[in-house]
């Protein structure tokens, strides 16, 4: 589920839509968390479907750990790639901001983590990074995990509306981290390696 305090909105010809923050959401808040109403698809369920629902997935899903292909049942699968995003997922099925996003400022991706099948070229941003590539997420992994801690660890003092979504275990998970009790698990855990056929 996508953050409430966003909405759906046409951002240019070459992006089409995109979620844009209505409100301020200060760094460290929950943008999105992986709830009940997303779906998720095997490889081999996959396969099965016909072109038009394959067509679909590759637009709007990604790819967790698994291979699996996770399907937002909301405005988050319209957030936009970026090679700067103000949005990382973290090893834990949510994701959060990692730098302060003003009202209508587009939320967006790097989509280096979310398991692409194959290249593709971004929107021009000034960025040395052009293209996309599905081993983003091995190339970059200590780099984002620097990115992402600091952000992470202001979770707790932030306003959480998403809070509800998380079950007693993951959000203690979250508070174990923060007091020390136990590591920030490396992006890299995300990784899905797709074996040749």
């Known amino acids: 589920m996508i953050h409430p305090n ?4 046409y951002i240019s010809k070459a992006l ?3 979620v844009v923050a209505t409100k301020f959401i200060p760094a460290g ?3 999105w968390v992986l709830d009940e109403l997303d779906q998720e698809f095997t490889p081999s369920q996959v396969d099965e479907m016909d072109d038009i629902y394959k067509n679909i997935l590759d637009i709007y899903s990604y790819r967790n750990n698994k291979g699996n292909y996770v399907l937002c049942w909301d405005n988050g699968r319209f957030v936009n790639h970026s090679f700067n995003s103000n949005c990382f997922t973290t090893p834990y099925e949510f ?11 587009q939320l967006t991706d790097d989509y280096g983590y979310l398991n692409v099948s194959s290249p593709f070229r971004g929107i ?5 990074r052009k293209v996309v590539y599905p081993d983003d997420l091995v190339k970059y992994a200590k780099v984002w995990d620097k990115k992402l801690a600091p952000a992470f660890m202001k979770i707790l003092s932030r306003e959480q509306p998403l809070k509800r979504l998380f079950t007693e275990e993951k959000w203690g998970k979250i508070e174990s981290i923060m007091a020390g009790e136990q590591p920030l698990d490396s992006l890299l855990t995300c990784h899905y390696q797709e074996t040749e056929v």
């Open 16 to 18: 089409g839509y995109g």
């Open 29 to 31: 808040t929950i943008t």
């Open 95 to 105: 994701e959060i901001a990692v730098r302060d996003i003003q009202p209508g400022e």
């Open 6 to 9: 966003t909405k759906l909105q």
């Open 124 to 128: 021009p941003e000034g960025t040395k």
